[in-house]
């Protein structure tokens, strides 16, 4: 049986997978990005790491069918070109299907970092059997990715669901990474959920737990100290989340209005931080959308962890088609 | 040569063409709806207007190879049913594929008014040689449509591209038609227009002109009013679209953001009432998204005016497959 190999680029991980035909993992693991070093340095260290991979799941290295890559920026799908990408500073311009083409010796398929993980969802995840889908990740950043017929929708050039630059304000709001005001990023990015926690604390009736409060004290709490307290029951945090459960429900709405998907699946640390989220963000999408577009879709959690986007690589590796010479 | 035929049901005017195989028309004509005396009624009249209109192009109505019809509301494309129609009162539940398909004794297409209009202008309107494309259609409602490969994109059951209810506040705003508050057809419908004119005529430190200060005062302002007296330089007029452009800035931004198209269109009176209102809404927008998004994308307003929709129709009409008996 063949196999191909699947690897997620991250700010801080680069996840590895090699995937048989029958999409069952064959072995896994994973190192550390360290992307100051360059992009020339970790394709070297993650064509190391497959090889080993490789041998200690029985298979030979040399025989992969492909290698998808999942990359977090934006990748013009036609070049395989990384055309930006602010977690991983300098590494705009980097060439990189050409790059894990010439180090794995075999035909290399590039995608956005969230596109791959929509690809996983919906093949293996909770978007198994429904289509479309779309995923929006919520995380360090806000992505997306939109799957149709089993395939990632791109657009003109692979852009396609950035649903985290995507407005809920036409003049309001937190200012976003990318400069504009109001994007759903800057509402459901982790870092602004830790900062909503403050706000919160420091105006609620409420107070938040005594863990809470000393991590917030202590500039220590992240998204996963929030989501944690808010399992707990902690009072502010209860708070955030169904604050934030709003934006994301509105923002969920509208992927539903432009796209009528069959399942929006929510992945990322932010959205597995607390169930209130979910739930409220559920209520307020479908109360928003017209009733033919809320009977026909479901608003779930993803399925596959931190798995999926590693997944989807794989996936997109398997059903890579080696363009024949002079194809466009 | 072959020949179909295309028709345009609108909530006040139904519109007709005869389409031959090389897109060009042949003929066309057009008929009140007559909406309140319900469907049976126009399909009848439609017929007995195209067996007409074909006479007098020197067709043979009998040959012709199948109808499309694209009708205000939300169509199911998989069963050719109207399951919403906010303009065309009463008339939920239409069997519209099944009643001209019969009326006609040829195979018939359906879609939402806008997806045609959206077929038309990418085929042979502003998003010619552009894929995807993406139309907003601004007019006493809100709709829209994507066009990918030059196939309308549906979605899970044709009601993609329902860009009139994108949300642009999270809890405020206008109260649109379907309920919610804030969607863009809040905003950029007709109606809005007039009602932001009187808002803005009653406090602005400019006054507007004695025009459209007696048609407003006499309750007989229009969106067309309005773009009227601002082709003249009325400064109240002037302000309207500009406020307006930026809301339409912003949805558009939205739009470019979720499906990085290579055209967004604007289509519809109230985006034809005023160059003001696009140049406003195209540098917005293209502030708004990513850069590589920015630079893949042209925002232009419809080519084909009120045309749109019917030759959509009735391409959709020359593109229909009959299916194989026993095929999904």
Redesign the interface.
């Known amino acids: 049986m063949g196999f191909a190999l699947g690897i997620d680029i991250g700010g801080t991980f680069t996840k590895l997978v090699a995937m048989g035909e029958d999409r069952r993992v064959l072995g896994e693991s994973r190192l550390p990005t360290e992307a100051a070093a360059g992009p020339a340095a970790l394709v070297d260290r993650a064509a190391a790491a497959c090889r080993q991979l490789c041998t200690a799941s029985g298979l030979d290295a040399s025989s992969a069918r492909a290698v998808g890559v999942g990359i977090a920026g934006?990748v013009?799908s036609t070049t395989g070109v990384l055309?930006?990408a602010p977690n991983l500073a300098g590494w705009e311009r980097f060439a990189v299907a050409d790059a894990f083409a010439a180090a794995f010796g075999c035909p290399a398929a590039v995608e956005n970092d969230a596109n791959a993980f929509a690809l996983g969802e919906a093949t293996l995840g909770a978007g198994r059997g429904c289509?479309?889908v779309a995923l929006i990740t919520l995380g360090t950043g806000v992505g997306g990715g939109l799957v149709?017929g089993g395939r990632i929708?791109?657009?003109?050039?692979?852009?396609?669901?950035?649903?985290g630059?995507?407005?809920?304000?036409?003049?309001q709001g937190p200012r976003c990474a990318?400069g504009?005001r109001g994007c759903v990023e800057a509402y459901l990015r982790s870092s602004h959920v830790v900062a909503l926690a403050l706000e919160l604390s420091a105006n609620a009736a409420d107070s938040p737990s005594p863990t809470l409060a000393r991590a917030l004290a202590a500039g220590e709490a992240t998204a996963r100290t929030v989501g944690e307290a808010a399992r707990e029951g902690d009072p502010v945090a209860l708070a955030v989340f169904r604050q934030l459960g709003?934006?994301l429900g509105?923002a969920i709405?509208?992927?539903i209005?432009?796209?009528?998907?069959?399942v929006v699946i929510a992945g990322g640390g932010v959205a597995l931080a607390g169930e209130v989220l979910l739930t409220v963000a559920r209520s307020t999408a479908l109360?928003?959308?017209?009733?033919?577009?809320a009977a026909?879709?479901s608003i779930l959690p993803a399925a596959l962890g931190d798995q999926g986007g590693v997944l989807g690589a794989g996936l997109l590796a398997l059903a890579h088609e080696p363009k024949s010479p002079g194809a466009g």
């Open positions: 934006l013009n055309v930006a289509d479309p149709a929708v791109h657009g003109r050039h692979g852009y396609a669901g950035e649903f630059h995507m407005a809920l304000t036409v003049d990318c504009a709003r934006y509105v709405a509208n992927i209005s432009a796209f009528n998907p069959q109360a928003r959308v017209l009733p033919p577009l026909d879709v």
